[in-house]
């Protein structure tokens, strides 16, 4: 099934928090979300100064977890944060092994790559399709959008996975733009959008950006209004493409800022947030770190949120449920990876329901 406009894509790391986000979505809210799933590397071992374990073992379970909590829908796989010359130990690409497994499990994933992925990943994902038939996922940047040579490259590089125009996905992804001006850079990804007839022509065009802060030391405690810029921008940009220009997918990277860093955890002493979406924005209710000051906290940042006028009540999402639930002392604080697949929830929900609002159901 072709993505359309009115479907959400989260770009999200599969990791407990996320996947445990998409499984409790309700269903007619799973029915418009197509998760952009990034593959994470292996947690590293500061102490041994080695990967805590290898891409086999680290990615062996990815295809009975991804059937078991997205089941048999929609969703699009990328590779590009593991290390370009990362191969199983027999040598296959994780990338090729990864959908060949979720495969076998009656999974849809559509595989994604970018200009500049080695021949290893594009042999890898040129078999995946041959075995899946899902087409790919091409992602780029603002900056190669806008090379006067796009639609070539373009077109070179799907003639090397032996697939056409019309079975790609084009990803534009923003990632983190200095968003303000709004209005020059609505008129340079309307140039970049105008300009390509890949764009044009693909089987579909998906808009990412995040605004999210990329680190929780942005945040003033106890609470704080942040605004998803992403979201506000995407909406101007389609009154300025107007009726001709096709309507792009939203994208967005949820709860969390675009990237990866692995980070010693000896070290870090993480605070406890709750980051929840309301209209145009997230709140985000701050304490203090949860190492040496527990997760007991979470009570009164859950009694944080719930009192803003920002809260969309219980019932919204489960994620909303859960906050309201702590804060009442009916569920437990968690842990970190808890507050994710919370806030992820929300999240989700939320923009599903914008997008409705927006486009009709």
Not at 62 to 74: E, P, Q, V
Not at 133 to 154: H, K, M, W, Y
Not at 190 to 213: E, K, V, Y
Request: net charge negative.
């Amino acid at each position: 099934m072709p993505i359309t406009h009115t479907d959400y894509v989260p770009i999200l790391k599969w990791r407990q928090g996320e996947y445990q986000a998409l499984f409790r979505l309700p269903d007619a809210v799973k029915d418009r979300t197509v998760p952009l799933i990034e593959i994470t590397p292996p947690d590293f071992d500061f102490e041994a100064w080695t990967p805590s374990k290898s891409i086999d073992d680290h990615v062996a379970k990815f295809a009975a977890r991804f059937r078991a909590k997205w089941g048999t829908r929609l969703a699009l796989l990328d590779c590009g944060l593991l290390d370009p010359a990362e191969v199983m130990q027999g040598g296959k690409h994780p990338m090729l092994y990864l959908c060949e497994e979720a495969f076998a499990q009656g999974a849809t994933l559509v595989p994604v790559i970018r200009l500049n992925s080695n021949a290893g990943y594009r042999t890898a994902v040129r078999a995946a399709n041959a075995l899946m038939q899902t087409g790919v996922i091409l992602r780029c940047s603002l900056d190669e959008a806008l090379d006067p040579d796009f639609d070539r490259n373009v077109g070179v590089a799907l003639q090397q996975l032996g697939v056409t125009i019309a079975e790609c996905d084009v990803v534009l992804d923003l990632e983190a733009p200095a968003w303000d001006p709004q209005d020059v850079l609505i008129n340079i990804v309307t140039a970049a959008i105008q300009a390509s007839n890949a764009m044009a022509t693909a089987r579909s065009l998906i808009l990412a950006g995040t605004s999210f802060p990329a680190s929780m030391g942005e945040v003033t405690g106890p609470i704080q209004f942040w605004p998803r810029r992403e979201w506000t921008f995407f909406r101007a940009l389609l009154a300025n493409l107007g009726e001709t220009l096709r309507k792009p997918t939203f994208a967005d990277y949820a709860i969390a800022a675009n990237g990866y860093s692995q980070m010693d955890m000896r070290k870090v002493k993480p605070s406890a947030t709750i980051r929840y979406a309301c209209d145009d924005g997230w709140i985000i209710a701050k304490g203090v770190n949860v190492r040496d000051n527990g997760f007991g906290q979470y009570r009164g940042c859950s009694g944080t949120v719930t009192g803003s006028a920002h809260f969309l009540g219980s019932g919204f999402s489960p994620g909303s449920d859960y906050i309201e639930q702590c804060r009442d002392g009916i569920a437990g604080t968690g842990s970190l990876s808890t507050w994710r697949w919370v806030g992820s929830n929300h999240h989700i929900t939320k923009v599903v329901a914008d997008l409705a609002t927006m486009f009709g159901p």
